[in-house]
């Protein structure tokens, strides 16, 4: 069974950073894409980026960018996001997602909440 | 970038009932529209891919149809457990979008 645990989560200062790391198990990771989807308290998805499988490519929504960086160890079957100069409007449950690239969003994960507040 | 406008944002029906759920597209997203179902403090999940193709272990009651701008999502006959919002998304451009969902309530 293919699963996906984040971690990293958290509160964190407007202007602040955390980084954000997805383990996987049961698959072999460096095959698959991998995406970051969050979802604000109460709102709809949004999709955050997309990491290519051996990790040559990056892609981030025009909210994030400059701002997170999407990253991946594949000999860890780690997925990352370093998330810098947080906004409020950052606050949101940040879900690991296998896929993205050329596949759907087949396998999620719980997600880890972060809070930006003072 | 691709908007996606999920109709109707809600929709009341009873168990046993069909349920018609729409998604239009801004511009072409050929057939690479994908569905996904969010029950209350859940994850979300995969229910069509590429327009109709259901996911692994996902009921024949959920269909999916349509192509270029837009597309439409069925459930045959509504079980207790559908009730949920539901999400449509994009991957033929980026960024990758997501419409704004449509919850389906019991009457």
């Known amino acids: 069974e293919v699963q996906l645990l984040e971690s990293g989560g958290g509160l964190v200062q407007p202007g602040g950073s955390l980084r954000l790391s997805c383990t996987a198990s049961g698959l072999t990771f460096g095959n698959y894409a991998m995406t970051w989807v969050r979802q604000a308290p109460g709102k709809g998805l949004e999709w955050v980026s997309t990491?290519?499988?051996?990790?040559?490519?990056?892609f981030y929504a025009d909210s994030v960018k400059g701002r997170f960086t999407t990253s991946r160890d594949n000999s860890k079957s780690t997925h990352y996001l370093q998330m810098d100069s947080l906004r409020a409007e950052d606050t949101a449950v940040y879900h690991c997602v296998k896929g993205g690239h050329d596949s759907p969003y087949d396998i999620w994960g719980h997600g880890t909440m972060i809070t930006v507040s003072s | 970038e691709i908007v996606l406008t999920q109709s109707p944002a809600t929709l009341f029906l009873s168990p046993g009932e069909r349920a018609t759920l729409s998604c239009r597209a801004s511009q072409s997203v050929s057939s690479y529209l994908a569905w996904y179902q969010q029950k209350p403090g859940q994850t979300p999940r995969l229910l069509i891919y590429d327009a109709f193709n259901r996911a692994t272990g996902i009921p024949a009651r959920f269909s999916g149809s349509g192509s270029g701008t837009d597309f439409t999502l069925t459930i045959s006959s509504l079980e207790p457990d559908d009730f949920a919002i539901y999400y449509c998304q994009q991957r033929r451009n980026w960024p990758r979008t997501f419409g704004q969902g449509t919850k389906v309530e019991i009457k």
């Open positions: 990491i290519s499988g051996i990790g040559d490519l990056t």
